[in-house]
């Protein structure tokens, strides 16, 4: 599974930004969908995730600002991220469980886009 993420830049403080994120490949169907990041200097971590169903859930930093949709016929993810913060500064990763099946039996596989850079000045 291959997945290309777009939608990164430089934006002022209380600015707005919109990452996408495309999965191709070979796949039957994709489970949850989510987007990480990782600051200079420090781990990555979870920013928001959406289930097959829509159920979403977001760290509670961004929660209230950032909004995560999918669209399950395009396999596509996007992260809109609103009152941007000079702390959301950090290289955006989409991430996907996939899965294909083989002798009748679901096969996951998680898979990481290349990621994007997103710079909040203040």
């Known amino acids: 599974v291959q997945l290309q993420a777009s939608g990164g830049g430089l934006v002022q403080a209380g600015g707005s930004l919109k990452l996408s994120c495309a999965a191709s490949?070979?796949?039957?169907?994709?489970?949850?969908m989510g987007w990480y990041r990782q600051a200079p200097g420090k781990q990555r971590d979870l920013v928001a995730t959406?289930?097959?169903?829509?159920?979403?859930d977001y760290v509670e930093s961004v929660r209230g600002r950032f909004i995560i949709s999918r669209d399950s016929a395009q396999n596509t993810v996007s992260l809109q991220m609103d009152n941007l913060k000079p702390e959301d500064t950090a290289v955006y990763y989409c991430?996907?469980?996939?899965?294909?099946?083989?002798?009748?039996?679901?096969?996951?596989?998680?898979?990481w886009g290349q990621g994007t850079l997103v710079t909040v000045s203040s």
């Open positions: 991430n996907v469980e996939s899965a294909t099946l083989k002798s009748s039996r679901p096969i996951l596989e998680t898979s």
């Open positions: 490949g070979r796949f039957d169907w994709i489970n949850h």
């Open positions: 959406i289930s097959a169903g829509g159920r979403t």
